[in-house]
């Protein structure tokens, strides 16, 4: 059972903006990438797909959406107390994963300009869409009287280096959960109403599309490197990336659980329905996947959760730090067990299905 901490009260830097959260394994990181070598990339073979989700990009469904309406015109002081301090956390969470798409596409869209044009537009149209959700997220934030400085925060972060494959799979990944992610809290609120605290909610459903269509356009950019899908290395380092998004999930699910409880979701079953349906779509790119009805699965998803809120209430704690470091070694062994044998657990083969989910 996953007990929840409350949430920390947000760190003002100066009044009006929030501080950064203090970077760990769980806030949204910061990339770079090699863009020499993602310039020379040949397309060739998925170069009919990549011309379609360019075109789709191009098309700009969204130009219009992200506009606040009169509904976001009203005092959002109700909104007190544990939800707000969660509510805030998910908005700054999302903003920053937001903003650093933002930042990672914008740069390779400059990167590539006159080496690579299809990717460099490409990227430069998937930085327009994260500019809009970040920039919409942030003007959230401001509706509860903080907001991120977000030019501070790209010179402050640190950026983490993962060579072009690495980018592939991961922002593939986190594209495509993005996607799960907002529809499911979407449909929810379209069927409950009642826990609609916030208008923001209510431009899931198009934003969503956006993640789908990012997410695409990875899908044709991986399967157009057949070293990404047609070999044994493939095949691990998909099912590693799988399993650290779907650990990441789970973590950050179980330790915020109070926000879905303040908009009537259950964290269990929306962790759960996310990672399986991701889980799905990534046949369509992955070359495997992992195996989600096994029965331990999600038993050892939710175990690594529970060795987490409690490296969370030892580093909370006030014992020495030497007594911390011996306190902090069984729920590491426990998180590094399981996730070992949720790796090590026989695998779906998502190429041998691939004329089927075509
Ligand atoms: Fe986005
Ligand atoms: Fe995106």
Redesign the pocket.
């Known amino acids: 059972m996953v007990t929840t901490l409350p949430t920390p009260e947000p760190e003002v830097l100066r009044p009006g903006i929030k501080a950064p959260v203090q970077e760990t394994l769980l806030t949204p990181r910061f990339y770079t990438t090699d863009f020499e070598a993602v310039a020379k990339m040949s397309l060739s073979l998925q170069d009919t797909e990549l011309q379609a989700v360019l075109e789709e990009l191009r098309n700009d469904y969204n130009r219009h959406h992200f506009v606040r309406d009169d509904e976001f015109k009203q005092c959002w002081e109700h909104i007190d107390g544990e939800t707000r301090r969660a509510f805030i956390d998910f908005l700054e969470r999302s903003c920053t994963s ?1 903003f650093s ?1 933002f930042l990672l596409f914008k740069e390779l869209s400059r990167q590539l300009k006159g080496r690579n044009p299809v990717l460099s537009e490409a990227f430069g149209l ?1 930085a327009r ?2 500019a809009r ?1 970040a920039g919409f997220l942030n003007k959230a934030m401001a509706d509860f009287g903080l907001t991120l400085d977000l030019s501070l925060l790209t010179k402050q972060r640190t950026y983490t280096f993962f060579p072009p494959e690495w980018v592939i799979y991961t922002v593939y990944l986190s ?1 495509k959960i ?1 996607y799960w992610r907002y529809i499911l809290v979407y449909r929810h609120l379209e069927q409950h109403p009642e826990y609609r605290i916030y208008p923001l909610f209510r431009y899931f459903e198009s934003w969503c599309q ?2 789908n269509r ?1 997410g695409d356009f990875f899908k044709a950019l991986l399967r157009s490197q057949p070293k990404l899908w047609n070999n044994w290395k493939s095949r691990l380092w998909a099912r590693f990336f799988l399993l650290t998004v779907f650990v990441t999930h789970s973590l950050t699910v179980f330790e915020r659980a109070s926000f879905y409880h303040s908009i009537g979701i259950d964290p269990r079953d929306y962790n759960t329905k996310v990672i399986r349906n991701t889980n799905e779509t990534s046949i369509r790119a992955f070359p495997e996947v992992l195996d989600t009805d096994n029965p331990a699965f999600f038993s050892r998803l939710e175990k690594c959760a529970e060795a987490n809120e409690r490296l969370t209430q030892i580093n909370a704690s006030t014992s020495p730090k030497i007594v911390k470091f011996f306190q902090k070694i069984p729920p590491i062994a426990s998180i590094g067990w399981n996730m070992l044998r949720i790796y090590l657990a026989k695998p779906i083969n998502a190429e041998a299905l691939r004329e089927v989910v075509r």
């Open positions: 937001e798409g998937l869409d994260e959700h594209e993005g956006d993640e990012h």
